[in-house]
């Protein structure tokens, strides 16, 4: 017997409409989840958005950065205007 995997999620029926985008980041709040693999980078890119962009940055840190996301981690990301997820270095 073969079983077939799908690498999508079905649709939810409570699915949230997407957020607008903004036209800049000034005032934005902003949810940097931090996979706490490159620490250095992530604090330049909470840096940079802060005092170059005007941003209000809430770092959420997941407790391993190999694992996928806590629900409380994603609801509370999901809360900001913008989220800041899954940086490949």
Do not use: Q
């Amino acid at each position: 017997m073969i079983e077939f995997l799908s690498p999508v999620w079905p649709d939810r029926a409570d699915a949230r409409p997407p957020k607008k985008r903004p036209a800049s980041l000034e005032g934005v709040s902003v949810a940097l989840v931090d996979d706490n693999l490159d620490i250095p980078f992530t604090t330049h890119l909470e840096t940079l958005m802060t005092t170059r962009y005007g941003a209000k940055v809430r770092r959420l840190v997941k407790p391993s950065g190999t694992a996928p996301s806590p629900a409380a981690l994603i609801a509370d990301a999901a809360e900001a205007d913008v989220a800041v997820v899954g940086i490949g270095l």
